[in-house]
């Protein structure tokens, strides 16, 4: 599972067995941000919503999917860059999913060495109604382990929206689609989500 850099490793292990105990139990150890997760604004915002405050319907509904095709390692994806790729209607779904073409680097080296959105996008997007950024990256920040400035997380998490990470998107999705995000309901700043999507 994909895990951003300093955050805890991922442990799994068998706690009971049927052979033994009577039952199969499972022991699991990861942060609250491992594999495709959820930002709560409580990440990044003093004071902010917990997971346990946002409501499942925030998390499911209709999305726009943007891809921006040929970016390189490291790329800031300005608002310019973005809308030479692909047009964005004026009025956006609450949900909005960045295809950078990073997700195929997960599990590598490369993978902290991602796109990363100008704060002018995610401003941008939030004008436009968006309500949830979904990203096929470590961050839709630039990634790095002494980094302590989040431009993106501030704007989005800040306007008290939501954040998701570590997206692979279907290369067949269609640009509108119907996506719901389905956290564990945890007292905190984030969790593991499982992504769908709706088609057909």
């Known amino acids: 599972m994909t895990v951003f850099p300093g955050d805890p490793s991922v442990h799994v292990s068998a ?9 199969a139990v499972t022991a699991l150890r990861m942060g609250s941000h491992t594999g495709t997760h959820i930002d709560a604004p409580s990440h990044t915002v003093v ?37 030479a790729a692909v047009s964005v209607p004026d009025v956006v779904p ?4 960045l295809e950078l073409g990073w997700s195929e680097h997960f599990g590598s080296t490369r993978a ?11 401003s941008e997007l939030v004008v436009r109604g968006m ?16 980094a302590t400035d989040f431009p993106v997380h501030e704007i989005v998490l800040g ?7 570590n997206l692979r ?16 309901a945890l007292e905190g700043d984030g969790a593991p989500v499982r992504a769908v999507a709706f088609v057909g």
């Open 131 to 146: 309500r949830v950024l979904a990203v096929d990256t470590l961050n839709p920040d630039a990634t790095s382990a002494d």
């Open 15 to 23: 706690a009971l067995s049927v052979e033994v105990d009577g039952a």
């Open 47 to 83: 004071g902010g919503r917990t997971l346990a405050e946002v409501a499942l319907d925030e998390l499911v509904g209709d999305a726009l999917v943007l891809r921006v095709p040929g970016l390189e390692a490291r790329e800031a994806v300005s608002w310019e860059r973005l809308t």
């Open 159 to 165: 306007a008290d929206g939501l954040i998701v990470e």
């Open 112 to 122: 902290v060495d991602h796109p990363f959105l100008d704060a002018s996008v995610a």
């Open 94 to 97: 609450p949900i909005v999913a």
């Open 169 to 184: 998107l279907p290369d067949d999705l269609p640009a509108r689609v119907l996506l719901g995000f389905f956290p564990l």
